[in-house]
């Protein structure tokens, strides 16, 4: 028997794979089709402090090797989200660790988003959207060394909880940023958030996503996300989430070898709703066809 578990965040996974954020709503969402709780965890749509409508359409499009989307955190907001979102979460997984996403456009909407999530049950800890393409102001935070700084501290001041900050890939050295969330009170990186990007219908000669541009997903970026999860657990000592582009266990354990302990999938859930069970059952099989025991032996295991 293989053990997937990984201790992460002084909690254990049961298996190390997350679906990821926005791509599966509040995890009710995909509750008639898979057994969430099975997976290692979900991870929710961004919440902000009020509720959001999100971008005009088109919001998403097939790309050559993924999508593009720009929903602009459309999101029920702060409040609705308590009411109505964290009961199911809280009363259906009780294996499956649950992370909430916030996003915000200055460092008291992050807190204030944080501080009222708090006392609250049905959650472990925030994944800190620094990192959304889609909206003005998104990547402000992901960019800037001295924000950065400012809002893990602050967050560090209102909770105990894990505190877990997404990265963008858009920057020279993610390594940097990495090191900063670090410094500053954070607990784990996940990598990474979506490259911009834009369509272009050659007909209308308009853009085919209403906000003009977007952010791609899906297996086109997977070697930058493997790139920069290496880069960055190369660089912290903090775990590490590794996301983009993952579809099977085999991409799964690329991100694994190069320094991920969880990961996450997101756009290949639209293809096809099964791909995550299926990256739990082949971890299984993979780490049993390389006479594995446990998968947390694998955690950085790369050679180069
Ligand atoms: C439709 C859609 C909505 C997303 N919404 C969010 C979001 O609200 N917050 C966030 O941090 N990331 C969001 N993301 C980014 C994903 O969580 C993930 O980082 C990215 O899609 C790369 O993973 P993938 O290639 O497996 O999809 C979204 C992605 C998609 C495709």
Known sequence: MVDLAQTVFGVTFQNPVLLASGTCGYGEEYADIIDVDQLGGIVTKAVTLHPRVGNPPCRISETPAGMINSIGLANVGL??????????????????????????????????????????????????????????????????????????????????????????????????????????????LSSINTFPGMLIDVETRRPVIGSTTGGISGPAIRPMGVYVTWKVASRVKLPVIGIGGICTASDAMEYILAGAALVQIGTAMFVDPYSAPDTVQGLHELCERQGVGRLSELVGALEV
Do not use: M
């Open 79 to 188: 409040e609705a989200f308590k009411r109505e979102k964290l009961p199911w979460l809280r009363e259906n997984l009780h294996r499956a660790q649950v992370l909430v996403n916030v996003a915000g456009w200055s460092v008291d909407d992050y807190v204030k988003v944080v501080g009222g999530l708090d006392d609250e049950h049905g959650f472990l800890g925030y994944e800190i959207n620094v990192s959304c393409p889609n909206v003005d102001g998104g990547t402000l935070f992901g960019t800037d060394k001295v924000a950065l700084a400012e809002l893990v501290r602050a967050l560090r001041a209102v909770t105990q909880r894990p505190l877990v900050i997404k990265l963008t890939p858009n920057v020279a050295d993610v390594g940097v940023f990495a090191q900063i969330c670090e410094e500053n009170g954070a607990d784990g």
